[in-house]
């Protein structure tokens, strides 16, 4: 079992900034990949950004490339998630998600394994 709690998220304006964290605890961290995903109200859960174990791999959404960035500290058994010129389109619950190394493409919530309790983000125009 692996437990994730996500911590780090509010309410910001348009244009700022908030950085997500996930701490993990239970079986070994650093074997398996990380997700960041939201869920707005009214809409299904979407794909935001991944990180391999290594950390030597990112994946993003498009709504966010270039604006979110991922990481991962092993030694922490912590992934975080930089989010920056936030926008209202932004908001939504953010979960962080766990998923054995090398078992998917990690773009997809059904092939994650594990999933914290979610951290609300709210960006106000």
């Known amino acids: 079992q692996v437990q994730l709690v996500e911590s780090g998220g509010g309410l910001v304006q348009a244009g700022g900034s908030l950085r997500l964290s996930c701490a993990a605890s239970?079986?070994?961290?650093?074997?398996?990949?990380m997700g960041w995903f939201r869920q707005a109200p009214g809409k299904e859960r979407e794909f935001v950004a991944a990180?391999?174990?290594?950390?030597?791999?990112?994946y993003y959404a498009d709504s966010v490339k270039g604006r979110f960035t991922i990481s991962r500290d092993n030694a922490k058994n912590t992934v975080y998630l930089q989010m920056n010129s936030l926008n209202p389109e932004d908001t939504a619950v953010y979960y962080c998600?766990?998923?054995?190394?090398?078992?998917?493409?990690?773009?997809?919530?059904?092939?994650?394994?594990?999933w914290g309790q979610g951290t609300q983000v709210t960006v106000s125009s």
């Open positions: 998600a766990a998923v054995q190394e090398g078992s998917g493409s990690y773009y997809l919530a059904e092939e994650y394994d594990y």
């Open positions: 239970g079986r070994t961290f650093s074997s398996y990949a």
């Open positions: 990180i391999s174990w290594s950390g030597g791999s990112t």
